[in-house]
């Protein structure tokens, strides 16, 4: 199955976390305020159709607009078994979606979901700390976590902020708060160094 991508770049805004690879035809539409794109990755081997519109014009969902009718027009050309993905974290989109799917065209959206952020020689130490303690001895509240914290920094001259780096856990998915309790999952997350 090909798949045509796309992408609303004022919603996107880099392509950072989008695989590529899996696109045969990519058509980016952006709006006038837009100068660079960011792009880290090139799509697979071989050849990609990779095309840009910048709009002229600025407005309350113009691009919407743009892309809706790109996809209409390029909905009459495409074979039957091409499927569209709208990248864009707009459920705006939703409505064409689901009629384009009662057309038998397939399509969904695609919202990019960025890496949990990499963690701090300060982060990764206390996630070591923590995997050395047994479970029933790790702090079970937020507040218990950052005293904690502070404990283990509390001769340095300028600790890190036990409050950062809880919420820090929290994105990169080490710690889930669930009716006031801390849930660890030490082994997840992005527990690179930044």
């Given at each position: 199955m090909s798949i045509w991508a796309f992408i609303d770049y004022e919603n996107v805004?880099?392509?950072?976390?989008?695989?590529?690879s899996k696109y045969e035809r990519m058509l980016?539409?952006?709006?006038?305020?837009?100068k660079t794109l960011k792009i880290d990755q090139l799509p697979g081997q071989g050849f990609c159709r990779l095309e840009f519109l910048r709009l002229a014009t600025q407005g309350r969902?113009?691009?919407?607009?743009?892309?809706?009718?790109?996809?209409?027009r390029l909905h009459q050309e495409?074979?039957?078994?091409?499927?569209?993905?709208?990248i864009s974290k707009d459920h705006g989109y939703d409505g064409l979606i689901q009629h384009l799917n009662d057309l038998k065209r397939s399509c969904k959206r695609i919202e990019p979901t960025p890496p949990p952020p990499k963690l701090s020689q300060d982060a990764l130490r206390i996630i070591s700390l923590l995997k050395k303690c047994p479970e029933q001895n790790r702090p079970g509240s937020e507040v218990s976590l950052e005293k904690w914290i502070q404990?283990?920094?509390e001769k340095r001259k300028n600790p890190p902020k036990p409050e950062n780096l809880i919420k820090k856990f929290q994105q990169a998915g080490v710690i889930t708060v669930?009716?006031?309790?801390l849930n660890y999952s030490l082994?997840?997350?992005?527990?690179s160094r930044t």
């Open positions: 805004s880099n392509f950072e976390h989008l695989d590529l980016v539409i952006c709006g006038p305020q837009s969902d113009n691009l919407d607009f743009h892309l809706a009718f790109h996809m209409g495409a074979k039957q078994h091409v499927a569209f993905h709208i404990n283990k920094f669930r009716n006031q309790k082994e997840a997350g992005n527990l």
